[in-house]
């Protein structure tokens, strides 16, 4: 084996990626995050790919191949077809060295996306391989709220958490908040948390143009909920708050625009929406392009983020960091990211709700002018802060 093949100063996974571009899925936030990953690290990094039986370190030439595969298939437009048969290419040329197993030679693994850390004899392979571990760690919410998310997922979750704690030379958190809930998961355990750092994740700019046309009439104040249709968003909540407002208010009520694909243990919510008469003042619009989205964030009153439960939480700040109000639940995590900008209110109170978003669709609101003040010195996380405290963090262990 040459040296060449093996000399990357970094190994990178890529597992949950391909997959991803495979199936043709819309990016969530940790698949933009991999793929912040994927841009900055590629130019020094061989791929990881982990498979149940077997994990690999790419070559370098077959690593480079598969990067530039993955970042083009990630672009907007971008063919699911043209991925599968770039990727079916590069496996029928570099297919017979996936045999071979390469030296992790010390390096760092740096592993952004929870993907396959679950599969048993994983430990083994890490010990077998001299890699050494750094977990970007999204979240424990599989854990900590089980009925949110699939079947199984709290037990494949731990074992995730489990192989990160037990394997790992580093980990990253996206929060403290995230933090503090491995470090209760790992003394609940009875293990040590590995050195750990936390390095908040940079955001997309929304392309929202105040001063363009307005795509919905004048007279219709709007509210937005962004995100997949699953339990811990919270659907539920806001459409029996809407259901309320509606039998108080009417006409005069404000519009519920729900952009995301439907997911997951939400069919209470889907019901609701299949066979209730909103009269039109809740639209379901499933997922939308870059374009669209921000017409209709543009001329909203706030973006509603009623969540159980988030790691990060990446479209509060993408929102705050365009300009755009946000009405959220009072989690710890979004004080942390965000402070005193946002409405930040409980769960507990469906009224307080109601009346917030009351103030907030009048015309002249001095409620919501306060938030749009406050928005004035808000100072969203970038990747370049992201990357130099990974780097930084590297450099300590």
Same mark, same amino acid.
């Given at each position: 084996?040459?040296?060449?093949?093996?000399?990357?100063?970094?190994?990178?996974? %890529?597992? =949950?990626? *391909?997959?991803?571009?495979?199936?043709?899925?819309?990016?969530?936030?940790?698949? =933009?995050?991999?793929?912040?990953?994927?841009? $900055?690290?590629?130019?020094?990094? /061989?791929? &990881?790919?982990?498979?149940?039986?077997?994990?690999? *370190?790419?070559? @370098?030439?077959?690593? /480079?191949?598969?990067?530039?595969?993955?970042?083009?298939?990630?672009?907007?437009?971008?063919?699911?077809?043209?991925? =599968?048969?770039?990727?079916?290419?590069?496996?029928?040329?570099?297919?017979?060295?996936?045999?071979?197993?390469?030296?992790? #030679?010390?390096?760092?693994?740096?592993? +952004?996306?929870?993907?396959?850390? $679950? *599969?048993?004899?994983?430990?083994?392979?890490?010990?077998?391989?001299?890699?050494? +571990?750094?977990?970007?760690?999204?979240?424990?919410?599989?854990?900590?709220?089980?009925?949110?998310?699939?079947?199984?997922?709290?037990?494949?979750?731990?074992?995730?958490?489990?192989?990160?704690?037990?394997?790992?030379?580093?980990?990253?958190?996206?929060?403290?908040?995230?933090?503090?809930?491995?470090?209760?998961?790992?003394?609940?355990?009875?293990?040590?948390?590995?050195?750990?750092? %936390?390095?908040?994740?940079?955001?997309?700019?929304? /392309? &929202?143009?105040?001063?363009?046309?307005?795509?919905? +009439?004048?007279?219709?104040?709007?509210?937005?909920?962004?995100?997949?249709?699953?339990?811990? #968003?919270?659907?539920?909540?806001?459409?029996?708050?809407? !259901?309320?407002?509606?039998?108080?208010?009417?006409?005069?009520? +404000?519009?519920? *625009?729900?952009?995301?694909?439907?997911?997951? /243990?939400?069919?209470?919510?889907?019901?609701?929406?299949?066979?209730?008469?909103?009269?039109?003042?809740?639209?379901?619009?499933?997922?939308?392009?870059?374009?669209?989205?921000?017409?209709?964030?543009?001329?909203?009153?706030?973006?509603?983020?009623?969540?159980?439960?988030?790691?990060?939480?990446?479209?509060?700040?993408?929102?705050?960091?365009?300009?755009?109000? &946000?009405?959220?639940?009072?989690?710890? %995590?979004?004080?942390?990211?965000?402070?005193? &900008?946002?409405?930040?209110?409980?769960?507990?109170?469906?009224?307080?709700?109601?009346?917030?978003?009351?103030?907030?669709?009048?015309?002249?609101?001095?409620?919501?002018?306060?938030?749009?003040? =406050? @928005?004035?010195?808000? !100072?969203?996380?970038?990747?370049?802060? $992201?990357?130099?405290? %990974?780097?930084?963090?590297?450099?300590?262990?």
């Amino acid at each position: 084996m040459s040296d060449k093949e093996n000399s990357a100063p970094l190994l990178l996974d %890529v597992t =949950r990626l *391909i997959w991803r571009r495979w199936e043709g899925v819309r990016p969530t936030g940790i698949d =933009r995050i991999c793929d912040a990953w994927l841009e $900055h690290f590629a130019p020094r990094s /061989q791929a &990881v790919i982990i498979m149940r039986r077997r994990q690999i *370190i790419l070559p @370098l030439r077959a690593s /480079q191949a598969l990067f530039a595969a993955l970042i083009a298939g990630g672009r907007a437009g971008a063919s699911v077809a043209t991925f =599968r048969r770039d990727l079916i290419l590069i496996a029928l040329r570099w297919g017979w060295r996936l045999l071979r197993t390469l030296d992790g #030679k010390g390096r760092y693994w740096l592993n +952004p996306g929870h993907t396959g850390l $679950h *599969i048993p004899g994983l430990a083994a392979w890490v010990r077998q391989s001299d890699v050494r +571990p750094v977990y970007l760690i999204h979240d424990l919410i599989p854990i900590t709220h089980p009925e949110t998310c699939r079947a199984g997922e709290d037990a494949k979750h731990t074992a995730r958490m489990l192989t990160a704690l037990q394997t790992g030379a580093g980990i990253i958190a996206n929060s403290q908040d995230t933090l503090d809930t491995l470090a209760n998961f790992a003394s609940g355990h009875g293990l040590p948390l590995p050195p750990a750092c %936390v390095a908040w994740p940079g955001y997309e700019r929304l /392309q &929202v143009e105040p001063d363009a046309a307005p795509s919905s +009439p004048p007279h219709t104040a709007t509210f937005v909920i962004l995100g997949t249709i699953e339990g811990r #968003k919270n659907h539920a909540f806001l459409l029996s708050v809407w !259901r309320r407002m509606l039998a108080d208010l009417g006409a005069q009520c +404000p519009q519920l *625009i729900i952009i995301g694909r439907r997911g997951w /243990q939400a069919d209470d919510v889907f019901a609701t929406l299949d066979t209730h008469d909103f009269q039109g003042k809740v639209v379901e619009m499933g997922a939308l392009d870059d374009a669209a989205l921000a017409s209709i964030l543009r001329d909203a009153r706030a973006l509603l983020f009623p969540s159980l439960a988030e790691g990060f939480g990446m479209p509060l700040i993408e929102a705050l960091a365009a300009g755009i109000p &946000v009405i959220a639940s009072d989690l710890a %995590v979004f004080r942390e990211i965000a402070g005193d &900008v946002p409405e930040l209110l409980s769960l507990d109170d469906p009224i307080a709700w109601m009346a917030v978003v009351n103030d907030y669709a009048r015309k002249g609101s001095s409620r919501r002018a306060s938030q749009v003040e =406050r @928005l004035g010195v808000f !100072r969203a996380p970038d990747w370049r802060d $992201h990357f130099a405290r %990974v780097y930084a963090f590297l450099e300590t262990l």
